[in-house]
């Protein structure tokens, strides 16, 4: 896959990431937690921007960036604007990112390694690996959105 179809990907479904928080029918709703469920909607968005930001903004552009991978599930770390806030800028940091990257850097050897599988991995393969782990979140914050809206609904 080229650099403008991974733009294409990641422009989309972070929009659809915000679009989602945006739906909420209030702050609170974010961080409740369904039955059965271990993280509420905004501790997930809080996971993908630290993920997102941490490989692909840090790793592959050189945007600082300091990650508490444990606070994205356990604390609400921004209220429900500065969350939208922080999806803004890691739309603005990936998008920034992956437009500086060129075909050889896409082939090059990712500098950590973030799937355990296999050595070797490639730019390109942890991209598709991070669009993945974006696409199945975003699965879950949209069913938890539509969860808790149609309970309020029925209260």
């Not at 500065?82 to 990936?94: G, K, W």
């Amino acid at each position: 896959m080229d650099k403008e179809n991974f733009i294409a990907l990641f422009s989309r479904d972070i929009a659809k990431l915000r679009s989602e928080i945006a739906q909420y029918p209030s702050e609170e709703s974010l961080w409740v937690l369904l039955p059965g469920t271990l993280n509420s909607g905004g501790n997930l968005a809080q996971h993908l921007a630290g993920n997102l930001r941490t490989y692909i903004g840090l790793t592959l552009g050189g945007f600082a960036y300091v990650r508490d991978r444990d606070a994205e599930f356990s604390a609400r770390r921004f209220s429900g604007i500065e969350l939208m806030e922080e999806l803004d800028l890691t739309l603005q940091t990936v998008i920034g990112t992956l437009e500086e990257i060129t075909s050889e850097k896409l082939q090059s050897e990712y500098p950590k390694e973030v799937l355990d599988l296999f050595p070797g991995q490639n730019v390109s393969l942890i991209l598709h690996h991070l669009h993945g782990h974006l696409s199945y979140h975003l699965g879950q914050i949209n069913y938890h959105r539509r969860w808790i809206s149609q309970t309020l609904k029925s209260l």
